[in-house]
């Protein structure tokens, strides 16, 4: 990877060090392009003409294809979505539940993961079980704690693959063989994965797994995808039901033919071609790198941070201490200070970072357009704040 074209592709890198990408990521020139060059063209030839309707349908399937691509997916499980917790939630309050149905979770679980499954346990009597994971939980005692909170009547797995709050990775294709075991679903919170990790949803044998576009992939807000493996979308029905829901119907009498297989069901009427366009050009700068050499890079970054992390009186990092289990999230706490406070000064010398609670921490985000001279910049600063 040539990383001086990347950052020169990428305008934030010369005006800041961005370490936030966990957050939102900041977009390549050639995305934002790609979305202004789309809505250029609908201005001036029209967002609904024979022409423009044709070019808007092309970009939908440029993006569920790139996608799947991206997820060693077929495109005919990928359902375009406006963000991670627009595809959890298809999943959620689309499958059918009944009392005593339970839901296992975990203890670090962000609200996207959580809430939804609080009112389930309202609306319908579904039990949410929840596991009490440490940040420095190793591979085999998230098994274990996991599986200690699954029985007979446990229907979904529903936890995050990366861990926005410490960047602890859960082991996708062992928490997908217990739940199966037990006749259950792995669905995945996949927002701190898509264009920070290799992705292979066949071959982890997970069942649902839900992304967005504007993290670590780097494309426009508003954006995001779903896979639901093939079998399971007549399991998954539509709760707010658009014209893609059916295939066809009768006013007069009421009929239905329902759309049970094809992920277009889950299709709002109206979404925006701009931004797909804009995640469709964000997927394809990175294949273009590697999301091998991506993952190896960031894991490589956040390496080096730690290190210069445990240089610094009072520091005590919260996240994963490498192996396995470690990501680009690296998170920490400085004895006398304040999450927020350390941010702000942070930012105040030009660092993009950000508070998490769950425990309280900074994050800092260590992505593949980062560079070591920035860590030591970074660690640099920290250091003048701990004194």
């Known amino acids: 990877m040539d990383i001086s074209a990347v950052r020169a592709a990428i305008p934030v890198t010369k005006n800041l060090i961005y370490m936030n990408t966990g957050w939102s990521g900041p977009s390549p020139t050639r995305v934002t392009r790609r979305i202004t060059d789309q809505l250029t ?10 022409d423009a309707l044709p070019r808007s349908r092309a970009v939908h399937e440029e993006l569920a294809k790139a996608v799947g691509g991206l997820l060693n997916a077929p495109e005919d499980t990928i359902a375009l979505t406006q963000s991670t917790t627009h595809g959890l939630l298809i999943v959620v309050n689309g499958l059918d539940w009944s009392p005593g149905d339970e839901i296992v979770t975990c203890s670090l679980e ?4 959580m809430l939804p499954s609080l009112l389930l346990q309202r609306s319908h009597g579904v039990r949410v079980r929840v596991a009490e994971i440490s940040p420095n939980d190793d591979k085999a005692t998230i098994l274990a704690k996991m599986e200690a909170e699954m029985s007979e009547r446990t229907r979904l797995v529903f936890v995050s693959h990366i861990q926005f709050s410490c960047g602890l990775r859960f082991p996708a ?4 063989e217990m739940a199966h075991r037990r006749g259950g679903y792995l669905l995945l919170d ?7 990790i290799a992705i292979d949803v066949r071959g982890w044998d997970v069942d ?13 807000d508003g954006t995001g995808a779903l896979y639901i493996r093939k079998e399971l979308l007549p399991a998954v029905t539509p709760r707010y039901p658009a014209h893609g829901a059916v295939e066809e119907y009768d006013v007069k009498t009421g009929a239905l033919k329902l759309n049970e297989s094809n992920p277009r069901k889950f299709r709002m009427s109206t979404t925006s071609t701009a931004l797909e366009a804009g995640m469709a050009e964000a997927i394809a700068f990175q294949r ?25 009186p ?3 990092i919260t996240s994963p201490d490498g192996g396995e289990t470690s990501t ?7 004895a006398g200070r304040e999450p927020r406070e350390v941010v702000e000064l942070l930012w105040a010398r030009g660092i993009a970072a950000r508070q998490v609670a769950t425990p309280p921490a900074v994050r800092l985000c260590t992505a593949f357009f980062n560079t070591e001279e920035e860590i030591a910049q970074v660690c640099a600063v920290l250091g003048e704040i701990a004194r």
């Open 110 to 113: 962000h609200p996207s993961v």
């Open 41 to 50: 063209y609908e201005v001036e030839r029209g967002p609904a003409t024979l």
């Open 208 to 220: 649902f797994y839900s992304i967005p576009g504007h993290k670590w992939l780097m494309g426009p």
């Open 173 to 176: 294709q062992e928490l997908a």
């Open 314 to 316: 009072g520091v005590a």
């Open 328 to 334: 680009a999230l690296v998170t920490f706490a400085l």
């Open 288 to 312: 273009e790198i590697g999301p091998d050499v991506i993952e190896a890079r960031g894991l490589a970054l956040a390496a080096t941070l730690r290190d210069g992390l445990y240089s610094i």
């Open 190 to 196: 996949a927002a701190q994965c898509a264009g920070q």
